[in-house]
């Protein structure tokens, strides 16, 4: 069966996007998401994710990750998704839209800057050397030196499949500040098991921590990742954020057919 499929990606988090309106989707084969994603013997991409029909939102976001199987969260991928929709003319300048962590709202500007509501955040872990937290993801926060140079993968692999978080694991993201407004960093993620170009619930979880922690005050909040620049602003109430927004590019890349 030949497939038409789409290419998005999101700060350098890339996505293969399917119109699966119609449910034609083998959605069970994770061997077969697992080669679409593949990139040498597949189209090569973080995740892949289907459009689909909803009775109550303008569309149903369900994603996998590159390992094959149905993962959380991916709020690059919703911003992307977003976009995705637009193309097909599902929406237009705004939208709801239902994902596994439950109801997004989104808007898409005319430079394609995706505005991307996430959930409320209301159980911070802290610890003294790092902190965790859930934003539609689980997601480990460490701050870190010298991270340009730091072995994200040996390092995040470590944390990640260790005792802290046993066999359901976390993304782990590694940050340093650059002021009070801005932080990098980088990111291991889980499902795809290596460093990404960028995280969108990761970067959202590290504009979360930092506030939480006292490393900043501020609550709208500059993220350099590795492939570009995301903005996470929020609203703070003790220890409860919400009105969470996760902002940035995402860009359509190529749409092809593959056999299936």
């Avoid at 995301?230 to 860009?251: I, Q």
């Amino acid at each position: 069966m030949q497939v038409e499929f789409y290419k998005y990606q999101g700060t350098g988090n890339d996505f293969v996007m399917i119109d699966n309106r119609s449910d034609f989707f083998p959605k069970k084969d994770t061997k077969l998401i697992e080669r679409l994603c593949d990139r040498r013997f597949g189209i090569g991409a973080d995740g892949l994710i289907l459009l689909e029909n909803d009775s109550e939102t303008d569309f149903r976001m369900v994603y996998y990750n590159a390992d094959g199987n149905q993962s959380s969260m991916c709020g690059n991928g919703g911003r992307c998704l977003v976009a995705f929709a637009k193309k097909l003319d599902v929406i237009k300048d705004k939208t709801t839209f239902i994902a596994t962590d439950g109801l997004h709202h989104a808007t898409i500007a005319p430079d394609a800057i995706v505005s991307l509501q996430m959930i409320d955040v209301d159980t911070i872990n802290k610890h003294d050397d790092y902190t965790f937290l859930n934003t539609g993801s689980p997601h480990h926060v460490q701050l870190v030196e010298d991270l340009e140079h730091y072995n994200v993968k040996e390092n995040g692999a470590a944390i990640r499949y260790g005792d802290l978080y046993g066999k359901p694991g976390s993304n782990i993201n590694f940050v340093k500040k650059i002021d009070d407004k801005t932080f990098s960093l980088r990111t291991y993620e889980r499902g795809v098991e290596d460093e990404t170009l960028a995280c969108g619930t990761g970067a959202t979880a590290v504009a979360i921590a930092m506030n939480a922690i006292g490393q900043t005050n501020e609550t709208d909040i500059n993220l350099n990742v590795e492939g570009g620049k995301l903005v996470v602003s929020f609203e703070k109430m003790g220890e409860h954020f919400t009105k969470v927004f996760l902002k940035g590019p995402a860009e359509f890349v190529f749409k092809g057919t593959i056999e299936i």
